[in-house]
Structures are given as structure tokens and as C-alpha cells.
């Protein structure tokens, strides 16, 4: 993924965010991936569009804390954290957590 990932459009890197994290967290029961770039104009890595929020639900986070949950998922974009994530913005649910959030 790492070539394929650091040659990608914006639009691309978040379908290969997502791939990648719906099979290392598997299951997800909700992702969402935003390129946060345009909101960071000026700042490194906002040019080469390096800047995403990742909001995932999964049952994979049960009994983990905050900061192992988004080691999990630093984990399954080890490669692309290091050619084209500039920056990630982690929000990460279990599936119970987020049926009690408000709507």
C-alpha cells in the first residue's frame, strides 16, 4: 500500500484508509473518514492533502482504553502514517458507546 498510498489523490488515500481499516478491525460496524486538508492551508502536509479525521465504530475496541484504541488503529496505517498521513484525527467507539451517544 505505502507507493500506492503516498501516489493517491485525497479521494483515494480515504478509500485506502477505510480498506485497511475495515480488515485490521474487523468488524466495523461505522467508519467515516474526512480530508480534513483545506482547514489547514499553509500548515505541512495540507498541500499533499496529509490531513484526515477518522471517526470508526468497532467492536474491536471493548475493554481498551483511548489511547490503545488509536494505537490500533496508528497499527493498521503504520505504513501510510509514514508516506502521505500528515496528520489523523482519531475518534473511536465501541458499538455500545456509540448507540448511547445523542442524535
Do not use: C, N, W
Not at 485490521?24 to 486538508?37: C, F, G, K, N
Not at 502514517?81 to 455500545?96: C, D, F, K, N, V
Amino acid at each position: 500500500m505505502s507507493d500506492l498510498f503516498m501516489h493517491a489523490t485525497t479521494a483515494e488515500r480515504a478509500v485506502l484508509i477505510e480498506a485497511r481499516l475495515l480488515a485490521a478491525l474487523a468488524p466495523v460496524e461505522s467508519i467515516r473518514i474526512t480530508d480534513d486538508s483545506a482547514q489547514h492551508a499553509g500548515h505541512a502536509g495540507a498541500a499533499a492533502g496529509g490531513h484526515f479525521s477518522v471517526t470508526i465504530v468497532a467492536a474491536a475496541f471493548a475493554g481498551k482504553a483511548r489511547v490503545a484504541r488509536h494505537r490500533m488503529v496508528y497499527d493498521a496505517l503504520a505504513d501510510a502514517m509514514q508516506r502521505g498521513i500528515h496528520a489523523l484525527a482519531i475518534t473511536a467507539y465501541t458499538p455500545e458507546e456509540f448507540a448511547l451517544l445523542p442524535r
